[in-house]
């Protein structure tokens, strides 16, 4: 009865306990010194900060006992202005993740399992060390993207260390010390690897800016599913962003699928990735008509512009080829500029067509100043007969 008594009470307090740290403006740096965090940004009278609550708090009793390294804060914007302002805080509730004084965007869904899942990416070792080909191949299958190391400079490796702790939620990092895996990947026996479905190994130099540089922008393969998260990163890279609308169960949408990542393969102009037409098919309709698929479109974030043509083949030289006019502005993109926009790309292709048709495009030129001439006239005539008949009353 007694431990009855005990576990009934146990199961209370886990209930009832507050688990997710208060943060404040005072007491935030000294509080989050060490270790990890998940941050709550969040107001009080935000419905979304009020239903994630709860789970954060559920999250948060499973970390202290599973993932003590790991913990969750909570900031009240309302309240603490300087951590919200420090932060660039716009939009309740936003989540970050601090690591070692490092602070970057939370990338993880928002329930429990997703926060534990995150946990274990963002805790224990940060470097897996690789001894043979099979652990290569078990990781590879595991791990979209892989960065492996071999070096004998312990200042290498420390700094390797360092990146490896600030980015091991979002990235693999491996070390080895057997030359012939580094050889069968990159042709080298010592030095760093990006390997994915491409492979780079790194020429810089090892300072920690130029370094950090060069692992972030290879956190993603070349052609990589698209969801939220990697959207925003995708948005980060400040290029036109080509996506492949597939479903992927279906075998003729999986071989268009590796048409798309081939051209991506030789083309460092745009960002390429692919999404699950089952899970985003309003978003997908906003651009193509389903029954479309599968197929591409080019979007540009930074101008809210657009590119999509089902008539395209669907092969790899016609693709590239419609891809070639995107990056050359020879197709004018759908916006919400609407006619402003087409007139703007209509002035362009008439000039390119003056520059490389003299000949024919003179002869619209003198065909268009010929009808704003004749236009002219004919205003100018009308508002004469008009002040003669003024005249005349």
């Not at 202290?64 to 202005?81: M, N, R, Y």
């Amino acid at each position: 009865m007694k431990t009855l008594i005990l576990i009934i009470f146990a199961i209370f307090a886990i209930g009832y306990s507050k688990n997710v740290v208060e943060l404040t403006d005072s007491n935030f740096d000294e509080v989050t010194r060490n270790g990890k965090w998940i941050l709550e940004f969040f107001a009080p009278w935000c419905p979304h900060c009020q239903s994630l609550e709860p789970v954060l708090e559920e999250a948060s009793v499973i970390l202290k006992a599973s993932f003590p390294e790991l913990k969750i804060g909570s900031i009240d914007c309302t309240v603490q202005k300087g951590l919200a302002e420090k932060y660039g805080i716009e939009a309740y509730p936003t989540l970050k993740f601090l690591s070692d004084g490092y602070i970057s965007d939370y990338q993880g869904g928002r329930q429990v399992k997703d926060f534990i899942n995150f946990a274990r990416r963002a805790t224990g070792p940060s470097i897996q060390k690789i001894e043979n080909e099979n652990q290569l191949l078990q990781l590879k299958r595991d791990n979209p993207v892989i960065f492996i190391l071999n070096t004998d400079n312990d200042e290498i490796l420390n700094l390797y260390t360092k990146l490896s702790r600030r980015y091991q939620h979002q990235m693999k990092f491996a070390t080895t010390s057997n030359k012939s895996i580094m050889k069968s990947i990159g042709n080298v026996e010592n030095g760093l690897i990006w390997y994915s479905d491409a492979i780079e190994v790194y020429k810089g130099d090892y300072d920690e800016v130029d370094l950090e540089k060069w692992i972030l922008e290879r956190q993603l393969p070349i052609f990589t599913e698209i969801n939220g998260i990697v959207w925003k990163t995708l948005e980060g890279k400040n290029k036109k962003i080509v996506v492949s609308a597939v479903k992927p169960e279906n075998e003729e949408h999986r071989k268009f699928n590796e048409i798309v990542k081939r051209i991506s393969l030789k083309n460092d102009k745009f960002v390429f990735g692919w999404i699950n037409a089952n899970d985003y098919s309003k978003f997908i309709s906003r651009f193509l008509e389903l029954s479309d698929l599968p197929h591409l479109f080019v979007i540009d974030p930074k101008n809210y512009a657009y590119w999509s043509n089902s008539s395209i083949p669907r092969n790899d030289a016609s693709i590239a080829k419609f891809l070639d006019e995107v990056d050359q502005n020879l197709i004018a993109p759908r916006t919400a500029g609407g006619i402003l926009n087409n007139l703007y790309y209509n002035i362009k292709e008439w000039t390119k067509m003056l520059i490389d048709n003299p000949i024919y495009g003179g002869l619209m030129l003198l065909a268009a100043v010929v009808i704003v001439i004749a236009f002219v006239a004919l205003i100018v005539t009308s508002s004469s007969e008009d002040g003669e008949k003024e005249k005349e009353e």
